[in-house]
Each structure stands twice: as structure tokens, then as C-alpha cells.
């Protein structure tokens, strides 16, 4: 590396790039800083050598990087996320604009690719999945079987299934630690949580997003297992002693034992939520163009465009 502007970094190791990028992002969060570390050592790997003796090599051709993180062991994403951290450094080093434009135009391309096979993977994966409706019987089945025998376990398995399934599925984070609440939320810093209002309904809750729970058998299963199952304030928990509710980790545990338990099959909190999607699509082909005109409108949902008929 002979330009002459990256002198005096050619001698710098991860340690000293990760002390410059922390004075270059001062506000940044620690997973910040970590990921730009992390995308140095990557390199570190695929060259087989220590950052400090590399004379910065890793930077005279962006094609030729791309091509080097590809040969390596790492994911395409995880070779993205890394390219995207390089692009960082060129920043905080005041790279030439015409020479970060170069760097900058082999990750679009990347991404772009990366978006495209995401697709045709996606396309691959509903072909093969459930539908919600079958889902939605084998539940609804179940829940009706429900009587003294049934065990504690059993009802942990079948409430997660249940407000996934026959409601609208949130990610996994937005269950994390949900609490029961009757009437009003006590603290503003609640952040997910089980409302059962004044007039009897219940809402499921996680910040600004508040869904109301209509379907017979949720409504059925959600009150069997506050009144006769869990007694604890939280709404998820592993056992019937629990002093807290169940974190992400938990809940993707649990959702993979109760989908093989019931579907037969693993599926995941991310494929649960493609299937409600290809479900929406199928009732509705114009929900996309729907969703997008309510936003131009200015309506925070499509429901407000309904009572304009």
C-alpha cells in the first residue's frame, strides 16, 4: 500500500483501529464497536496474517477483497456485514471518494444478489410450508381437547402456538418477558404485555403495537391458562414456579419443541410469520398496494381506509 494518506495506518492492528473507530463513533452503542473489531479479525483470518503486517493490502482492490471474503468459510451475509464494515474504515481513514465509490459499488452489487436469491429462497420455502389454515385446524383441534389430563406442558406448548398462530404473529423479542396486566398498565416501562381490559377482552402489547385477540379458541386457551395453568404474573414461563417470564432464547427453545410436537415439523417464529404474510396476500393480492397507499395518505394502518367505503 503506497498512498501515501494511509501511512500511518499501515502499522495499526485491530486493537488500534478499534480505539480510532470508538473516537470516529463516540455515541455509537458497544455491539457497534464490536462488529467493526469482529469484521477486522474476520480479515485477519482470511489473509492468514496479523492486521499490522498486512500493509493494508486488503484495500488496494475491492473486487479482489469480495472475491477473498467469498473463498472463505463465512456465510454471504456474513461476508456482506464484513464488506460493510471495510467501507467504515475507509470513512474514518477519509478514504477518496472515488476510491470508496468503488468499494461501495461491488457491495450494492452483492447486496443486490443477496436480495435476489433471498427471494427465489423464499418462494422455495412457502411452496413447501403449511398453510395458516392448517395450522389453525390442528390448534383449534387441540385446544378443544383440552380437559383435566391435560398437562402443564401441553398448555405451555399450546398457548405460544396459540398467539402466534391465531393472531397476528409478532417476532420472538416482542414476547420476551410479557407480563399479565388487568385493567391499565401500572409503569410505562413495560414493554410487552398481556392486557385483559375492563370489558373482559385481551390485547396483546408491545410498545406502540397493540393487537386485540378475537379468535374464539386464543380467547378459550389464553383463559384456561391464566385461570387453572399459570399463576405467576408473567404470561410465558417454563415452569409453574417460575419467578420470571420467558426471554428470547427461551421462547425459540419452546417454539421448536411444540412445532415438532404438534406440526411434526420445525418452524421457526420467521416462517410462522412468512406463512400469515402468503395468507394475507391470498385473501387480499391488492394488501401490498393498500399498505403503501395508506402510508401516502398518512394513516399509521389500513383499517382507516376501510371506513371510506
Known sequence: MSKDYLKKFVNYDVDDFDSFHKKAYPNANIRTHNNFKQALKRIEKIYGEPLEDMNLKFLNDPSSLF????????????????????????????????????????????????????????????????TLDTL??????KIDEINENTTFADMKSLIILSVLILSVPLKLIQYSKMVIVFGEA?????????????????????????????DKHLIKVIKIWIDEYNTT????????????????????????????????????????????????????????????????????????????T
Open 67 to 130: 472475491k477473498k471474503l467469498e473463498a472463505s468459510d463465512y456465510s454471504h451475509n456474513t461476508n456482506i456485514t464484513t464488506f460493510s464494515q471495510i467501507l467504515k474504515l475507509l470513512k474514518i481513514v477519509d478514504f477518496p471518494l472515488n476510491e470508496y465509490n468503488k468499494f461501495q459499488t461491488i457491495l450494492n452489487l452483492n447486496m443486490k444478489q443477496n436480495s435476489e436469491n433471498r427471494e427465489v429462497e423464499l418462494k422455495e420455502k412457502l411452496g413447501y410450508l403449511p
Open 136 to 141: 389453525k385446524e390442528i390448534l383449534k383441534e
Open 186 to 214: 401500572e409503569s410505562n416501562y413495560i414493554q410487552n404485555f398481556l392486557l385483559e381490559d375492563r370489558n373482559g377482552d385481551y390485547y396483546v402489547k408491545s410498545k406502540d403495537i397493540s393487537i386485540k385477540v378475537v
Open 233 to 308: 404474573k408473567h404470561f410465558f414461563v417454563n415452569n409453574e414456579n417460575s419467578k420470571s417470564g420467558m426471554n428470547n432464547k427461551d421462547l425459540r427453545f419452546a417454539l421448536a419443541t411444540a412445532t415438532e410436537e404438534y406440526f411434526e415439523a420445525n418452524i421457526t417464529n420467521q416462517e410462522i410469520r412468512q406463512i400469515y404474510m402468503k395468507h394475507l396476500m391470498s385473501l387480499d393480492p391488492d394488501f401490498k398496494q393498500k399498505f403503501a397507499l395508506s402510508h401516502i395518505l398518512g394513516y399509521k394502518d389500513t383499517n382507516v381506509l376501510e371506513l371510506h
